[in-house]
């Protein structure tokens, strides 16, 4: 027989196998996801102080002192306000809807409200003063404060998102007269006026008890709404004037920075760079030649990372498992026995765990799983099998002697192998027991003697090695091998 031993690898066997590694799994994957993780955010807190060393480095560039004559001084702090000048008009010119607008098909709605007092003139007695124009400057006075403004901007979000109420209220504007006055409201959208007379109606009639009980009674009706399309060449020229004021600024920026040192350019290119880096913080802008600005991000641990932690983990307690099948130089499965040394199974029993392992109760239930189609026995059941087994095959051989040995027969429950000595003396069969016949010598002259010969196996202990060794001392000391007996841990 050749040492080396060619064996198939059952899928079944090694899928159970992988689903009892279970606790390999839980234990690779806490550590791979705590490794992965943890490099992840170690390799996140040397960006984080990488950045704040080099954000430090800038603000000492800033703090340093630049020296500067007086006159010299006073000429970066004048080209600063002009900076801060030209923002406040670039950030109008921006967020301001009004500035937005077209002024050649400028969309605005007109909406006509007539105060009623029930004022009559008697001629016949003294009257009190018609107070009627009072309550309608009252309401132009509500519409120009910008009040009207912070009412209807609720509805103006809800059709162009977050607006700012004084940026709608360049929008709203008044006329009165004698007992009528008129709101005007521009809007880039016309679809949007449906919207703005109701939320301008409201706020209006929301403030006629106010103005009740300050002025006067009446009641507020709207008398008309239009729509219309028009040419406003009073907001092109005042578009005109901002876009005129800003390129005036600018002109006045570029002279100062033309007549001033490098010292001067230094401690005015550090108030540009810092204002850049808080505009940066409010909004995305488009890149620029130069050094992006440092965005510092506090690092945090990555859920991400932590499940792929948990899946590689879990992979190579996979590859593991498989790894351990494949060259493990243990025996597997009973077939194995049969398969690679042509040796009998008389039968199998199963021995419990001396020592209970952590949830324990997990591998039970995957046991249970794999053994579902196999009827359960019971260590009685499985012994009175392989006792029928030995006595049908010794009384047909004539067999009245048998010598039982195994390569991990040490191991094996003493009482079991002692209520199968009984069970087979009873029917007239005389089993003695030895030691590994590979390493013991007395144990292999009585095995020679009796000339026949039952191995006692266990799955998962015996080694491949240990068992061809002791069926080719069977066959070349010419003993009969009636076969072997199979321990497996349930």
Aim: proline share 1%.
């Amino acid at each position: 027989m050749n040492n080396t031993v060619e064996r198939e690898i059952s899928l079944e066997n090694l899928f159970w196998k992988l689903l009892l590694g279970w606790r390999r799994w839980l234990i690779l994957g806490i550590v791979f996801a705590a490794l992965v993780s943890g490099l992840k955010y170690k390799r996140d807190i040397s960006a984080y102080q990488t950045a704040v060393a080099q954000q430090g480095k800038e603000e000492e560039k800033e703090e340093k002192d630049i020296i500067l004559e007086p006159e010299e001084r006073e000429a970066v702090e004048n080209a600063k306000e002009i900076m801060r000048q030209m923002d406040e008009v670039e950030d109008y010119l921006k967020e301001s809807m009004l500035m937005n607008l077209d002024p050649y098909q400028e969309n605005m709605l007109t909406l006509q409200f007539y105060v009623n007092t029930n004022y009559t003139y008697n001629y016949t007695q003294d009257n009190e003063r018609d107070r009627t124009g009072d309550v309608v400057s009252a309401y132009c006075s509500y519409a120009r404060t910008g009040k009207l403004a912070e009412a209807v901007v609720d509805a103006l979000n809800e059709v162009n998102g977050e607006l700012q109420a004084n940026y709608v209220g360049e929008l709203i504007s008044a006329s009165e007269g004698s007992s009528m006055f008129l709101i005007y409201v521009l809007y880039p959208d016309a679809e949007a006026f449906e919207q703005i007379q109701k939320a301008v109606t409201q706020a209006l009639e929301s403030c006629t008890a106010e103005i009740t009980e300050k002025i006067g009674s009446h009641t507020l009706e709207l008398v008309s709404a239009q729509e219309s399309v028009r040419t406003d060449t009073d907001l092109a020229r005042r578009q005109k004037d901002q876009m005129d004021i800003l390129e005036g600024y600018r002109s006045r920026l570029t002279a100062a920075k033309g007549a001033m040192t490098e010292a001067q350019l230094e401690a005015l290119q550090i108030k540009e760079a810092k204002d850049q880096r808080e505009k940066g913080k409010d909004e995305e802008e488009e890149g620029e030649e130069g050094e992006e600005p440092i965005v510092l991000i506090e690092p945090s641990y990555s859920v991400k990372y932590l499940i792929l932690g948990i899946v590689v983990g879990i992979f190579l307690a996979c590859v593991w498992v498989v790894l351990e099948v494949l060259f493990s130089g243990k025996i597997q499965e009973p077939e194995e026995i049969s398969s690679l040394y042509g040796v009998r199974i008389l039968g199998e029993m199963t021995e419990e765990r001396k020592k209970k392992r952590f949830l324990s109760v997990v591998d039970n239930w995957i046991l249970k799983l794999r053994n579902r189609n196999k009827k359960q026995l019971s260590p009685q059941q499985q012994l009175q099998i392989v006792c029928s087994n030995l006595e049908i095959a010794c009384k047909k051989d004539g067999m009245e002697q048998i010598y039982l040995t195994g390569s991990e027969i040490e191991k094996m429950d003493e009482k079991r192998i002692s209520d199968m000595k009984a069970a087979l003396k009873s029917a007239g069969i005389t089993v003695l027991t030895g030691e590994n016949v590979v390493y013991d010598a007395s144990a292999l002259m009585e095995m020679a003697k009796i000339g026949q010969v039952v191995f006692l196996e266990q799955i998962g202990a015996s080694l491949y090695q240990e068992v061809e060794k002791e069926v080719r001392l069977s066959r070349e000391n010419e003993v009969k091998i009636i076969g072997s007996i199979v321990v497996n841990e349930a």
